[in-house]
């Protein structure tokens, strides 16, 4: 699965889930004059809720594809360049002697 | 005090700003150095959503109806999080195929279809119209109430008793109209973009969101103690508990649902939504940043709303004045003097961008879709032959931009002033959002057809006028009432509000009910039982399966016919001026090393990339005739097109890969059975050559042991035959090993000057004996001085002794010759070694070289040697470049000769 598969999944269930909770029913939940910070409770929620979904997506955008590589996947260039450093001789010497 | 003067000032102040901006990004952008290539002024210019209606709007709304002013911003930030999918399909395609506009998207998908770009203009004109009249009168109102400061009087004139040259809404309308026509239409573009533009309006989505900011906090924070204290302030009015949450009618959960789902469709289905997030869109990874900035820049414009609101309310309690102008009435009752014309001028901002945007997205449309095919297929004007028309392009475009504003200004003056700014802004959308199901069903379902798109425009959009647009009318007084209130000729069951006795939900939602209906089920209905043309099964692959075929270059295999390069060149000078369209030819030829001068006739893939250049200029139907009128098309017939596109088509060429690599792979497989066939041969032949010798060696050995009273004598001869043999043997073995090294390439071939003629002397030395027992006389032809060759010297001294050896074996003992010749021809040497012995019949020349093959001769019994020597010999003169034959008549003589390079003339050894 390519990370732009992954990326579009999620942003499609926050697209969902915004259907749902943008919704009524769900809306009717927090259709009541009740009054939170003196606020009425409908608009906390939306603006709350609306505000989760933005930070949501900054989230999903922002994160570098190469983290949605599973673990094994991952390319380890560092690794390997330290391999050729510590141990270039007994590969020339295993030549040699094939040789 | 604010003198009028003072107002016109900063107004054209404003718009003068606004002129230097787009001027300024114009000439950046003719440079090459793009201000608007970044997410950030992307995601600003989609904000053009916020019009007028949002800035002054907003507050209405939520005066009137509480909370559900917000599902007109929650659908966009919905919308935003599937831009990711629906969004970057649309630019991707629009990008590859050269799309203008939304009339030519949809034209586009269903087959470059002229009527449908037709029907998709003038729904969006129609459609739009209120919208941009709306926004006129929000300016007039706001500038007329600024007016009159500090007192605040509604305007209260009917606007159609003004006159018109007095009027300041015409004068800004006719600004607008200059600002688009200078900005809009400097060029012919084929991909239609105007970066000057979009700077300007997200320069203008700056200004609106800061003055609502600004004044809202000075509301909340400034005339009351923040939030908290409005609206407790609020709560003790028991009028205004409604407010705070969204009614409970029958109908509310429907209402709110509709409008969010009209206002997701917007954000596509808008032509200035269209123009900004598609045409104008630099790159689509930009999207990446604004699917998250336009939702946040939506939320923050919303946040003030309601206090502004509630505060308006607590200001006005008497209902005098508009809910609509709260924002701006606010600071004036606070005598605040520079924010209410910060806010007026907030407003202006969102006003005019808006008017600007959507007046270009539909004069484009009106200029390829309306005009351009009536002239077209006017045979009488000869329009079609004109030589330039890239100036008459962009006067069509001029007029439609005033034309949309003039029609913008006339229904503000008639109609305009009976609705509240929202209400006009959702028939908009409702009509609009009649494109969704051609666009979204277009992108992701290729059954849909033409057909059954304009059905479902026609209905839809029919629904709409019926159920909006005709009542509309009723209000302004040209219908009468009874229309609405009993329905039409009295049938009470066609009542536009309550069609066919649906009842409990306002009229957009009724409206936009009824309209998807229609529209969706004829879609469906009519694509399903209907058959696509060729060219709209092309089209809606290439669309629907854009990511596929966009990996390459974004040709598309439509176009088979081929046309002669001077004639497309005609045919794009004269649509978008010789310049543009040389630059556009020659940068298609410079990608395929295509030379100008040489080729006269164009492939399918220049044919293909003139006709999406002219699709930029005049839409994707009428490039599609243009084109088809220099090009000798070899059409399509659908199965070929659907052998093209299917599914069928992937599995035929993976078969077809597979057939191929599994023949490769028989033939390689005959190819290892035929060398497995010559390794036994070779193998056996071998052996049998190894147990000649043993056999004999074995039997004398045997009767040496077994008869240990044997003669000296014989004893003698017996070993010596079996010493004989066994140096027969050790000969044997290292041919063999040397062949196998040479043909496995291990040899070690030491390569130096060499003297031929040496080689030739030593060898014949090495041989004295043999040719001295057998009574072979021999004879050399050398010349004084030879060039030397690069060589082996060993491996050459091998060659001369089996070729010398080999002639001494056909030679008849006693009364034999051999010749040996060296020639110095000019960049190679030749020796000959010559002999006068049986010769070789012509057979047995074709496979002298080849190995074991030795040459039968029942005269004389058993061959002598191994069959190795002569393959041996060849390899050694093949890696010296050189070459190796055989003359030779039965009963005469043989000649074998072989040639070698001069050093530093010929060509070198091999290393």
Known sequence: ?99 | MLETGIIFFFSFGYMGLLFAIAYYGDRRADIGRSIISNPYIYALSLAVYCTAWTFYGSVGRAVHTGPSFLSIYLGPTLMAALGWVVLKKIIRISKIHHITSIADFIASRYGKSASLAGVVTIIAVLGVIPYISLQLKAISISFQIIQNYPDIVMPSVHFDQIPVLKDTTFHVAVLLALFAILFGTRHLEATERHEGLVAAIAFESIVKLVAFLTVGIFITYFIYNGFGDIISKARENPELHELFTVGMENGTSADWGVSIFLSMMAIICLPRQFQIGVVENVNEEHINKAMWLFPLYLLAINIFVLPAAFAGLLHFPDGSVDADTFVLTLPMIENQEGLALFVYIGGMSAATSMVIVETIALSTMICNDLVMPVLLWMPLTRFAQRSDLSHFLLTIRRAGIALTLLLGYTYFRFIGEFYPLVSIGLVSFAAVAQFAPAIIGGIFWKDGNRMGALCGLIGGFAVWIYTLFLPSLVQAGFIHQNFVLEGPFGIALLKPFQLFGLEGFNSITHAVFWSMLVNIGAYVGVSVFTRPSPIEATQAALFVDVFKYSRGPGESFFWRGTASVPDLRSLLSRFLGKQRADEGLSEYMNRHQIDWNKSLTSDAGLVNHAEKLLAGAIGSASARVMVASVVKEESLGIEEVMNILDETRQVIEYSRELEKTSLELQAANERLKELDKLKDDFISTVTHELRTPLTSVRALAEILHDNPNIGKSQKKQFTQIIINETERLTRLISKVLDLQKIESGRMEWQVTPINIKKVINDALTALSQLLKEKGIRSQLNLPQKVPAALGDRDRLFQVMVNLISNAVKFCEPHGGLITINLWIKNNYLQVDVIDNGIGISKENQKIIFDKFRQVKDTSRGKPTGSGLGLTITKRIIDYHNGKIWVESEPGKGTAFSFTLPIMGKGENVKR
């Open chain 1, 1 to 99: 699965m390519t990370p732009e598969s992954i990326k579009s999944k999620r942003i499609f269930s926050i697209f969902l889930l915004g259907c749902l909770v943008f919704n009524f029913p769900i809306l009717s939940l927090f259709n009541y004059k009740i009054f939170i910070w003196g606020i009425p409770l409908l608009y906390i929620y939306l603006f709350f809720v609306w505000g989760v979904i933005i930070i949501s997506l900054i989230l999903i955008t922002s994160i570098h594809p190469k983290k949605y590589l599973p673990r094994d996947k991952k390319p380890k260039p560092s690794k390997q360049q330290t391999d050729n450093q510590s141990s270039p001789k007994p590969k020339i010497s295993l030549h040699r002697n094939g040789e």
